[in-house]
């Protein structure tokens, strides 16, 4: 569709699940992607970490999914603000501009609030929330100067819209996440720079579709399984589906940088087949 043609889009997160997913999204629209991600692991996450083949897999679907489409790839922890101010300028050598920025590296810890760790506060606050505003705070100074506007979104959840037990780090990020959506949108609206956040709910990726988060739906079973958990996913939902596929929360992103949102910013946007409406 070409919608995206002559942009660039440095997307967190990008070695796999939505990441991967908004990647191929936004090239299928003529962008070029810069795909950031750690392939490294997170000592407090309960699922295997992306690798460096994962990232790469990402980049070769990327650069398929349109002619002319280039992407840079890159190895990076979004809670380190020198690597990701490397990347950046990378991504400036290589294409000379940044126009779109989705903030969307995460993690998860799970467990009452007051059980857990420092560690399994601090890395998931690190990550989702510190881990945004280092992204964008890497990004806007080029974007600013380019003076050609721009367009970030920023990856909540519908835990950064409702609380929901035993998340409580990431509930608590995930607000944040659309705290600092907000006022970025006041700080960067007076240089035509857009900034939104999508709020997923049950998205059908590594972090969601494992043992742990199974137990968590259905703790009355022992070692419970994607089916006996699909049942409780889908009690979630208005819409008769069990989860949302990443490329819904993609779409929406893809609608959300676009010129045809030019006048949509400040909005912390659910995808979430109908999670918060749910009577």
């Given amino acids: 569709m070409a919608k995206l043609n002559g942009k660039v889009a440095l997307i967190t997160g990008a070695a796999r699940g939505q990441g991967r997913s908004h990647a191929v999204r936004l090239a299928e629209d003529g962008a070029d992607i810069v795909a950031v991600d750690i392939v490294a692991p997170i000592p407090t996450a309960y699922y295997p970490p992306a690798v460096p083949a994962d990232l790469r897999l990402t980049a070769k679907l990327a650069e398929g999914a349109a002619d002319g489409v280039r992407v840079l790839t890159a190895e990076a922890d979004v809670r380190d603000q020198a690597a990701l101010d490397a990347v950046v300028g990378r991504a400036l050598a290589a294409f000379g501009r940044i126009d779109i920025v989705v903030a969307n590296a995460g993690t998860i810890a799970h467990g009452p609030a007051w059980e857990l760790s420092d560690d399994q506060?601090?890395?998931?606050?690190?990550?989702?929330?510190t881990g945004a505003w280092r992204t964008v705070k890497a990004c806007a100074p080029s974007m600013i100067?380019?003076?050609?506007?721009?367009?970030?979104?920023?990856?909540?959840s519908v835990t950064g819209l409702h609380g929901?037990?035993?998340?409580?780090?990431?509930?608590?990020?995930k607000h944040g996440v659309n705290g600092l959506m907000r006022t970025l949108?006041?700080?960067?609206?007076?240089h035509n720079i857009r900034v939104n956040s999508v709020c997923p709910g049950l998205i059908s990726t590594d972090m969601m579709l494992n043992d742990e988060t199974y137990a968590m739906f259905r703790p009355g079973v022992a070692n419970p399984t994607l089916e006996d958990a699909r049942k409780a996913f889908r009690m979630k939902q208005l819409l008769p589906l069990d989860w949302l596929e990443?490329?819904?929360?993609?779409?929406?992103?893809a609608f959300l940088v676009s010129d045809e949102a030019r006048a949509i910013t400040g909005v912390?946007?659910?995808?979430?087949g109908g999670q918060l409406a749910h009577g």
């Fill in 121 to 129: 506060w601090q890395n998931v606050v690190d990550v989702n929330l």
């Fill in 246 to 253: 990443p490329r819904d929360v993609s779409n929406a992103i």
């Fill in 185 to 190: 949108a006041n700080d960067l609206g007076p």
């Fill in 268 to 272: 912390a946007l659910p995808v979430d």
């Fill in 145 to 156: 100067a380019r003076n050609q506007g721009g367009a970030v979104v920023l990856t909540s």
């Fill in 164 to 173: 929901f037990g035993n998340i409580a780090s990431y509930a608590a990020s």
